[in-house]
């Protein structure tokens, strides 16, 4: 045989022998245990540790919250919803709107710690992730939350009917959420909504000496263009005050009048005047007959069923939110145009004032003026 | 000989151009027709078989008697698979959020396991408009490329209809994605799922090429393919995928096609299910109700 014919065939060999050799060194024994994939990979993948846990490994620190959440609305939006033969699961749980894997969570002896050390030990805790992920906060500030609720909320186009959605711009404008929802259970339950600091009524009364002048020893305004204020909500009038204490609201007699009142006294007043009981100031019938059609707009929030249900007319369930009952007619009338003209604004009764008449306002007015109020 | 004969003579014995391209012809037929036949034959083989792509009897058999050793956990016992159902989807994108968490995958809009369409006809229009979170106007819109949201873009048009589209990997029977991959990489677990063995997975992207249906894409900062496993290490545990753990309102739906009352079987059963293009012959194992003439 040719001499370079022996040398190829050795180099050959050579090659083929470091070849297998490497295979058969550097094939994992697993390698071709299932077919053409390390076996050993499976078990691995599977190995790996779950990070989000469910809602129901919150329950066992966060009892208070939990129990909220699986009275609520949000607990039951499908839960036991069995369609075409289907039980869907539950609605969302904790980490869907705290995303945050709670796997990562501290453990139980590491929580002993003050609340603000706890937040900082959450927050950061759950940064813990792989670098690329970047830090989530699981405490949701009132501006998260507004995205948050928004995620699943906001009226879209393409959104099923089903799902509960909201303009954002006639439903809340610029108000956070938890203004009046609470995220853990959003249904409004009015009994359970947050009581405010109460204002002592005695010491309200020597404020009231400068209110009455306008707005009647019991709260019985002495002019139809003032507001009545006996039997209004206490939390109403208190913000009504701050707001024209910090110049939201303005108006030539309230603006000075609020500037000189200290929170105390504005709590204090404002208990003072809700205590009384009101008298209907009465309303043209035959407006009033007209009006009642129009005010199914306002029931949602002006009476005591609030958004879901049907209850006293011009009695509002939510204290924040004023009674229209028993109210002056001519003040309704002008607090509407106002609301028109720009010159008072609200994210909710700008829009709605727009879309009424001036008959339909004079109707209205007189239905609600002729209204009980209590 | 006169030089007429010799001039047939010639003629029978040469093939002229046309006999010869004719043959031709019929040989490339039979030959096609032969090769066609031989995987049709090995098609129907691996079709009729519970085997996984290049699996020999020996290897289905170890893969049957001797699992991979996962606690409390036997891949013979299980078939999972998965339903979405798009007439309950809200397209509030937990999912994918969710998914990004649970699996470290990178929180870009542009990386993604699990995604979500918008499908939005116009009216007056026979084609739909399509976008997901990539979309730019939707990334503006949260203001950051690690919060997901769709845009209210379609507020103040005239829309004849809308719908949203969840979408993930298939976990196909006859994955693409495992023909193609050069390493052993990228394989058909015996339980249902397509996996990825990162530690061999080179990132040459073939895979991410080969799916018809954009299920794959490419972890820049591991170097690998990445692709939605259903949470292999969550199914293995009793726990479902994290998408579906996730979804308020349970628009998906995922069990074990072993088990007829689990929730899969159910939604197969009482339902008329579609896969996404059953003609790449793929055999998808994600089965989808509602879908539209469009969506693919």
Redesign the interface.
Known sequence: MPKHIVRLLGLVTVIAIVVFSAKHFLTPDSFYQYGHFRGNAVAEIASKVPKLDGSASCEQCHKAVYAEWTAGIHRKATRNNAIQGVVYKSGPGCEVCHTGPAGNHPSKEAMPLSIEDRVTTITHKHMDHPANVPSRKLLLSPEDMRSVCLNCHEKLEARPIFQRQIEVASHSGEEFCTKCHNPHSPRIIYASLPQVRRGDPQAGKAVAAVCSGCHGEAGMSTSPTFPNLAGQHADFLVDALKSFKSGVRKNDMMSPMAAGLNEADIRNVAAYFSRFSCSVTGGDKAKALLGKAKAANCAACHSAGGLYGSGAPGVSGIPTWPNLAGQNAEYLSNTLKSFQDGSRNHPVMTSIAKNLSDADIDNLSAYYASMKCK | MTTQDKKFEEQEVALSRRDFLGLLGKGAVCAGALVGAGSAVALSETQGSKH????NDE??A??VN?P???PD?N?NDHQWAM?V?T????????CM??C???N?V??DANHYRTWVE???YLEGSNTAIVDTQTDPKNIEN?GSE??F??D?R??N?K?DK???VAKLCNQCEHPSCVQVCPT????K??DGPV???T??CIGCQYCVQACPYGARSFNQ?RGTAEKC?W????I??G??P?C???????SR?FGDRNDPES?IS??I???HVQVLKPEMGNAPNVFY?GLDKEVV
């Open positions: 996984a792509f290049q699996q290897q289905y170890e893969a001797d991979p050793k996962i956990y891949w339903g159902d007439t309950r989807c809200i397209g509030c994108l937990r959020e969710a990004k968490m649970e470290s990178q929180m918008r499908y939005v949260t690690t919060k949201r769709f209210n379609y507020r048009a829309v809308a719908f949203f052993g990489a990228t394989f677990s015996k996996l990825i063995d530690t061999y900062s496993n949470c292999y290490h969550r293995t545990k726990l479902n994290v579906v753990e996730v979804c308020p309102t349970g739906i929730p159910l939604f059963r009482n339902n109700i």
